[in-house]
């Protein structure tokens, strides 16, 4: 079978949890805008706990032989949980109080390139001057995506806001790498399973109370928003990006999370009504062009490895 058609369909997979990811950030928004007296932690737990069970399910359906771990894998998967998911969700539902969607997800977006940077060194990926165009292209187009003249006018909670995704950002790194070195090893969805476990536990203590996360779902309107929300912006994109890591590098599986501010910001226009100036189409069409470029030295490297394949046999 051709290598070709594994990178496409993670390239597919990767860009579609981005999208998924950046319309979460909109819909998250929407939510607190709506359902104010939803606290930003008793979100987070309970796409914890959402995550954890889906990916239970997973392995349940999968490989059931997968449920035991060892310590060594244990203390990994807590590792992942807390250094990666929690900080991840905890940081970047706090972020999203403060600053608007487009600009929280240009900062997290930052984990593009510490993504990047960590892939050289821990799986002694290379990064071609296609692949590094393209991310230094991206990253331009984020920046036009999300500047904002009036930004700068909101002060200190404009600055933690901004903080808060930075670290949310490291989060992204963490998970994906860890993801990757799962993937590795065929354990990616026992790792996520038992790493929302231990992000959910992590919550405990900053939650309302298991009575209070239950009555958020008795109320109808509120209980479909969160199920639409824990269903297509959580559950589904965290299974496309492992999807995704398991089928390509995780330079190239990271650089493309660039599509994740765009489809947040148009997410946010189209929905809250955040406007988009000429900038950001400017630099949604540079995103375009680093999304293409990445895609391409995606695609020669599966041609190559084809090649090289053949020629062994």
Not at 22 to 46: E, W
Not at 57 to 63: F, G, I, P, S
Request: charged residues 10%; aromatic residues 10%; hydrophobic residues 55%.
């Amino acid at each position: 079978m051709s290598q070709g058609k594994p990178v496409y369909k993670g390239i597919l997979c990767s860009i579609g949890a981005a999208v998924g990811f950046g319309c979460g950030s909109t819909v998250l928004k929407v939510i607190y805008q709506q359902f104010g007296q939803i606290p930003f932690q008793d979100l987070s737990f309970i796409r914890s706990v959402a995550c954890a069970v889906a990916f239970f399910a997973v392995l349940v359906k999968k490989d059931r032989a997968q449920f035991k771990i060892t310590k060594r894998e244990f203390a990994f998967f807590a590792f992942a949980g807390a250094c990666g998911l929690f900080v991840v969700q905890f940081f970047l539902l706090l972020a999203l109080r403060m600053i608007p969607v487009g600009v929280c997800s240009f900062v997290q977006s930052s984990s593009t390139l510490m993504v990047c940077a960590c892939s050289v060194l821990l799986f002694h990926e290379n990064i071609s001057k296609s692949k590094g165009l393209g991310i230094g292209i991206g990253l331009c187009g984020l920046a036009f995506v999300v500047w904002q003249r009036v930004s700068v006018q909101a002060g200190h909670v404009f600055v933690l806001g901004i903080l808060c995704a930075l670290l949310s950002g490291v989060g992204k790194t963490v998970y994906l790498l860890c993801g990757k070195a799962a993937a590795q090893k065929g354990r990616r969805y026992a790792m996520m399973a038992y790493g929302m476990l231990i992000c959910a536990l992590m919550h405990v203590p900053f939650i309302s109370g298991p009575a209070q996360i239950l009555r958020y779902f008795e109320e109808v309107q509120v209980g479909v928003f969160l199920l639409l929300y824990l269903l297509f912006c959580s559950i589904l994109p965290y299974i496309l990006t492992f999807r995704a890591i398991a089928l390509l590098p995780a330079s190239t599986a990271g650089s493309l999370n660039v599509v994740e501010p765009v489809a947040g910001t148009v997410s946010a226009f189209l929905i809250l009504g955040e406007p988009v100036a000429c900038n950001q189409i400017m630099g949604a069409a540079l995103i375009v062009v680093s999304v293409y470029l990445i895609h391409r030295d995606a695609g020669r490297c599966a041609a190559a490895e084809a090649d090289a394949g053949g020629k062994d046999g």
